[in-house]
């Protein structure tokens, strides 16, 4: 039976903030295990994430601000073949934030940042091959700033909910598979370079996560569960690029540990996630993550 | 050998991007604080309307400010504001009804944070309140 899977070249894009000590941190998707015998595929794809964030006042004597941040995204996803070794993905979500406190809720929804990735099969054993299998695809991409600054969340924490980082960000991605028939394991990495926006620099990010895999298939149905441990890191923001003035108050790890599975029938595939935050340091402790989810829905073609 | 020395390129490159230089040096001196509604020494009175207006500005992100009016004799608060900003320039505009009715002096205390080390500017504005 020839069925290559590709497995999650990890691509990564960020919903920053300019807020040193606020939630909303990195925003970080896996493409998932897809398939390799359709050239190309569209999807829409759900996000929910959530975070724990306590402000300390800049105030002498004033007390913390504390707050809960609520990420949904809606994305419209794709993959071109352009070649045998060479493929295109892009990306256009749809985000709607909330924070809440203890006096008040602010909700912003808006288009994000649209991104563009292209992946180049490095290795790849060939299909006529019956045992063990390695697939090996580097690509890098970018991400434009074609959210919209929203004029009501430019005061305090509130500034983490814009849909956008207002940056062009270059993209670094791998991924490494080895599976047999019946199961696999899948390595990404992924590594994003920013660039500064009024003067504003969010740090380049960090992202590895294995992942193994079990696949059973009868007939035209396959069902591919999963589970993985994941690891994002950001480095400081400059808050002043020009003069290089880190913000140390910014940045920081969160490791996931996650569970999901996918299934497959004919040209229709569904893929859902569940990831728990198992160590994390963000923002010198300030920011917890909470839980994250996805679920999917991807057309072949 | 080619993927190895690709890869190697990579990873050196990571690194050095990665790499982070730091020259932050808090200079509160670079706080500017403009107060357009009163001026030094203003008398006010009984049952005016005090607008407290103005602009803070920064060479890089705001973290807060804060408005205090105070009377100077007794050391109290008469009204105070604290905002959370993440901006290089905000702009304010609040009031306070006198309801003094004693002639005092009263100081105005204009501060912009500009990190949470407790680096800050200030301007300070003397008023006197007349009944």
Known sequence: MKFITTIALVFTYYTSVAC??????????????????????????????????????????MPSQ??????????????????NRLQLFAFVPYQYNNQQTDVSSISIRGMGDASLLAMGTIVRTPDSVKNVKHLLLA??????????????????????????????DIVLSGNYTIRNNKSGVNTDVSYVITTPSSNYKYGNRFSMGITGFLWYKTGNWALQPQVGIRYDLALHDY????QKWLDRNTGGYISYTN??????????????????????????????????????????? | MKLFKHFTVIILFIAFSGC?????????????????????????HNRDTVWLE????????????????????????????????????????????????????????ITGEIDHDGNNGIKELNLVSQP
């Open chain 1, 239 to 242: 808050n002043n690029y020009s």
């Open chain 1, 20 to 61: 040193d000590v606020c939630g909303a941190v990195s925003n970080n998707q896996s493409l998932g295990i897809l398939p390799q015998y359709y050239k190309h595929f569209v999807g829409i794809q759900y996000q929910y994430r959530s975070f724990n964030s306590v402000h300390p006042s800049v105030f002498e004597g």
């Open chain 1, 139 to 168: 690509g890098a991409g970018i991400k434009a700033p074609t959210a919209n600054m929203n004029k009501t969340a430019t005061l305090g924490n509130a500034l983490n909910l814009q849909t956008g980082t207002g940056s062009w």
């Open chain 2, 20 to 44: 982070q230089k730091d020259n932050y040096t808090p200079q509160p001196n670079k706080v500017k604080i403009n107060i357009s509604s009163l001026y030094d020494g203003q008398y006010i």
């Open chain 2, 54 to 109: 103005g602009k803070i500005s920064y060479i890089s992100n705001l973290h807060g400010y804060s408005i205090v009016l105070k009377n100077k004799e007794q050391n109290k608060e008469l009204f105070a504001y604290y905002e959370h900003t993440h901006n290089n320039e905000v702009s304010f505009k609040k009031y306070w009804i006198n309801t003094l009715t004693d002639s005092t002096n009263l100081l105005l205390l």
């Open chain 1, 259 to 301: 569970i999901g599975i996918q299934l497959f029938h004919k040209r229709i595939g569904l893929q859902t996630n569940y990831a728990i935050p198992i160590w994390h340091n963000y923002a010198k402790g300030n920011v917890k993550a909470i839980s994250r989810y996805d679920i999917g829905l991807l057309y072949f073609f």
């Open chain 1, 66 to 83: 504390n707050s809960s941040e609520y990420y949904q995204t809606v994305q419209i996803w794709g993959k071109v073949n352009i070649s």
